[in-house]
Nanobody, 115 residues
Framework: QVQLVESGGGLVQAGGSLRLSCAAS????????MGWYRQGPGKMRELVAI???????HYADFVEGRFTISRDNGKNTVYLQMNSLKPEDTADYYC?????????WGKGTLVTVSP
């Protein structure tokens, strides 16, 4: 089992920045992908960004160069640096880790972007 704990969410004004962190614990050996999804009010959960153990990265189109995902394998932690935030980025942000074909999820951290 892999446990994931997110932190770093909060309230920020449009144009501001936040850095999300997600620490993995438990059976962290051989975690492959880690990443972030989000679910806005009344919306379905959607991919934000993922990063592989060998640092390959993929971003959703709506990121538009504003977010950067990074990973510290020694600390089993993934980060999401979010800049130029927009009100439409308001959502619960969930960390995900994939190991042996199984996805593990955190409980989420709320990001609220005010106009």
């Amino acid at each position: 089992q892999v446990q994931l704990v997110e932190s770093g969410g909060g309230l920020v004004q449009a144009g501001g920045s936040l850095r999300l962190s997600c620490a993995a614990s438990g059976s962290t050996f051989n975690i492959n992908y880690m990443g972030w999804y989000r679910q806005g009010p009344g919306k379905m959960r959607e991919l934000v960004a993922i990063i592989s153990v060998d640092d390959r990265r993929h971003y959703a189109d709506f990121v538009e160069g504003r977010f950067t995902i990074s990973r510290d394998n020694g600390k089993n932690t993934v980060y999401l640096q979010m800049n130029s935030l927009k009100p439409e980025d308001t959502a619960d942000y969930y960390c995900v880790a994939e190991k042996a074909g199984v996805n593990y999820w955190g409980k989420g951290t709320l990001v609220t972007v005010s106009p």
